[in-house]
């Protein structure tokens, strides 16, 4: 018996970052949770992308893309700064990334 991954995903879930679902067929084994979610989008005959942001017209997936990129990026300033060069960003995952890949200095040795 066939499953369509929107039946797929309402029986099994597709929850973490690889949907590891055993549902016939195991049709969706192995595949990465954004296919899930495209196929799903897909499926329900969405657009991938409908959340527009007012003032810059940026798109998203999701609502709460959305909502972060209103709160912390849109027409602001990047609050995070570089101590060893001129690199600012508006997300601090970013700077801790840029200071280990560029000027090697590890998360724990940070001031």
Request: glycine share 10%; hydrophobic share 30%; aromatic share 10%.
């Amino acid at each position: 018996m066939d499953v369509s991954p929107l039946e797929h995903i309402v029986r099994f879930g597709a929850a973490g970052s690889w949907n590891q679902g055993v549902g016939p067929n195991n049709d969706s084994f192995g595949k990465r949770q954004s296919e899930v979610n495209w196929m799903l989008m897909s499926e329900t005959g969405q657009p991938g992308r409908r959340h527009r942001c007012e003032k810059c017209g940026k798109t998203y997936t999701w609502k709460q893309g959305l909502l972060d990129h209103v709160r912390f990026v849109c027409g602001k300033d990047p609050q995070f700064h570089c101590d060893f060069c001129n690199y600012k960003t508006h997300r601090k995952g970013n700077l801790n990334r840029h200071i280990f890949l560029l000027h090697k200095v590890p998360p724990c040795m940070k001031q």
